[in-house]
């Protein structure tokens, strides 16, 4: 009996583990017409782009209603159109492109393109620490941080507000990326930095901030990406 009840809760250890490892992939397609918004989102964890294309690969997507002369070319593609999706949403809970932000440049003159996205959900631990407060990541014995996205500033009314004077509050369009983060703490177990414009600079003067950040943990070795 002893036998049994062992082997089965070592066959349940062994099945979590594998499904933990697994990540799935979700993928967004979005046409490219004026004002379309594409939407990335995870229920768990945190946004990771593996790849984004604005542009034409096939001449299916995004086909209907459009004359084939806009379908024919299926080898264009926007230059550094990954790393714009990177940067607006890689270790956000969700986040929304609109598809204009892609109409810098036309990287095929007459085709109608659309924009595909393909993304997982990292098990991220989200971390928001007030201006002038430590925060403090830290993973288990053995696990280093990958820093999955940081930002400085303010992107809401509603975080940090006890006891602010409402003007401090107000400017919610003073949040930016910051490299700081993952500079200072990829690749350690432990890292402690603190919110304030010393270290971050100052995104917008008299509003009162917050360092906001997603990181996961791993086994270095253990490559978190397939
Ligand atoms: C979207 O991108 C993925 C990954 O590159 C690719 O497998 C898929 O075929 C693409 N879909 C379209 C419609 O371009
Ligand atoms: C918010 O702060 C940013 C950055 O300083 C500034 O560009 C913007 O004009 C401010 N917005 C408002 C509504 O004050």
Redesign the pocket.
Known sequence: MLCCTLSTTLLLAATCSLMTAVLSTKRAITCGSDGNVQRLSCDEGVISVYTALYGRANAVACSGGIPPAQLANTHCSQAGTVDVVKKRCDGKEECELNINVFYTSDPCFGTYKYLNTTYTCLPAIHLVACEGSLAKLQCDQGQVISVNGANYGRSDHTTCIYQRPLNQVQ?I??SSPTPQVAASCNGKNGCTLAANNAVFGD???G?YKYLELAYTCYYPGNSLLP
């Open positions: 400017n369009s003073c995104p917008c003067v509003t």
